[in-house]
């Protein structure tokens, strides 16, 4: 009954006039008007009308088909953080819809802008555990800053728009529209696409407040010891210009969350390092002798802080966000600065003395010497033993010289990738900060290479994250995109690892993992690669991989054992951090 | 700052578009910090199309500032206040089903009506239904009152608050239509604190 239905909606169509358009056709032009030209899908029973519609359409969109939904996910994370557009998936019912909420959470939390349209049952099937229907609006409306059920061809246009907007402005995030099969299908009088300039409930940039603005350049002004943390909110409001002239007026030493890496340049003389449970030394212990510290775009996540009721404690804290949500929301702040930094940063820094720190800067360059003897030295100089990550990083930074685009698993490796990458670019370190997804990395970069097509872009993979979406393999192969994967090996869960080794006596549970013959698989994938494990290989193979034609797979046996420091143990204070 | 840190009954206001799924999103703010809802109403407001949510809630200033942002950071959130119970107006409205019998043999009906501020809605030959509004030590207090009179039925309404020091949303409404709003829209309610609650 229902495919008679569909049927005749279809030859309907040829007869009818050309202002009539399916639910499905007003979609797709509805993405390329909001200047889309990249999708990442995978076509099921329930969105069927939109693949056929894509099938007049792919010279304007271009459909990347993965392997797995989350994978499509973490593409469209990885292409909207490159390219700082949206990243747009296309998803079944089901299944298919409920693949999608690792990258929905994974985008909630780091607030990338993404739209995913899922396919959904007929309207008229809802709630009748018909075949592949999940709730999916129920299921991921925690995970999404906005999601919306469509369920008549009528609403398509507007849903999308309001989808766009919502994903894009104020903090960004993800948004999801599910549309049932009857509103594909159905064909209807359709005005042009309009875009959503205006939602009455949303504010998606709070007034700034100019007396907020005066208190805060005052206590920068005053400030004897300043340090600026500064996080993804800096890259997302395209304020690297305007952050770059704030911290240099005043002379601000300024450190960064894994998600600002690269908002400034890592060689910048004010950039002081990584903040964090494996940030570097100084900005760890300084945050507990800085007399004002300055927040930017960044939420004080706890990997950040590390024990709140003794983080910061002696500091005046300012507070530059978009979201008022997150202003006092783990640090009580003196001076809340609302707005988009973009447009308060210039403010204030139009009121900054111009200043230099010389003397508390070089307090931080001390306890990077400390650092260095201590801890990176023989991490990234290691004279004899196994390959180390560090020493594989430092090696790759030569080669690329802080160009291209690293994007990271999550686990050791990717702290490690993190500390040691050279960023001269913005959006260059793409990684899973918040929700710490392994698996995120094949298909991040992925995505990250269709938004930066011009860049070169290094996927640096554990053997156990690998392993968790190493299915893409097939999405670069029939993509024929170029990704190069440095799989640093240590045959082990290294993070946990460490964390047994460190707090429950050596007691390694189940963190000991096999793994496949990397290159073997890749080669069966078409992908040219080789394993190494020697240091006087090293320099040659990443220059091989770089300069191979095409996506090419590096595994890197490195050390089993190695542990990533300083770190910052859970439940201490960031003064407590240890070199080893 | 003693306040903040004791735990006490707040009243949230939230007025919001009226869409589906969003009584899901504001809950979730809740059941995700583990927070009981004592109460939840979902009415019209004085605005038409704006529907108005009283939420209960027992918890330190703290915590409910807190949840207040979030669930003002949901898309389809005009604007969310809480007040102490000081600040509001408030009602609960019961029904309590009695067997008439009983109630007749036993009790002065008249002196209850008027102790009690109750009302009768239904009277049958085998049971009565009684109605109260009031504050729940009212409400409770009948109860407790015709338990040992074979209490058959009992509910009550979640609680509806008017805030004392509001001007309504009409005003509000216009503002948030505006593409560039005025200030007080725009600008977080937590900053005047000293002022009253709507000029925030």
Redesign the interface.
Known sequence: MLQKDALLTRTEETVITTEQLSGSEILLKGLIAEGVDTIFGYPGGAIMPIYDALYDYHDQLKHILVRHEQGATHAAQGYARTSGKVGVVFATSGPGATNLITGLADAQIDSTPMVCITGQVYAHLLGTDAFQETDVINITTPVTKWNYQVTDASEIAEALAKGFHIAKTGRPGPVLIDITKNAQLQLIETAAYEKCKHIRSYRPTPIIRTQFIEQAAALINQAQKPFVLFGQGVLLGHAEQEFKAFVEKAGLPAAWTIMGAGAIPTDHPLNVGMLGMHGNYGPNVMTNECDVLIAVGMRFDDRVTGRLDKYAKQAKVIHLDIDPAEIDKNVKTTVPVWGDCKETLPMITALLEQKSHDAWLQRFRDFDQEEMSQCIDAEIHPKEGQLTMGEVINQLNQLTNGDAIIVTDVGQHQMVACRYAKFNHTRSNITSGGLGTMGFGLPAAIGAKFGAPNKTVVAVIGDGGFQMTLQELGTIMQSGIEVKIMILNNQFLGMVRQWQELFNDRRYSFVDITSPDFVALAKSYSIEGQRISERSDLKGALKTMLDHKGSYLLEVMVTKENNVFPMVPQGCSVSEIRLK | MESKIEKKEFNITVY??NQ??LL??IA?IFS?RKLNIISLNTSPSEVESIHRFNIVIHETEEVV??VA??I??Q????KVYFNTNEEIIWQELALYKVPTDVITEHVSVERLLRAYGARAVVIRKDYTVFEATGHREETEALVDFLQPYGLIEFVRSARVAIIKASDGFHAK?RE??R?E?G?Q????EY?NKGQKVFTM
């Open positions: 919001t578009e589906i799924g899901n999103r979730i995700r500032k807190k942002r979030q003002e950071k898309v389809e959130v005009l409404l948030f239509e593409l709003p200030e829209v725009a600008e977080n900053l």
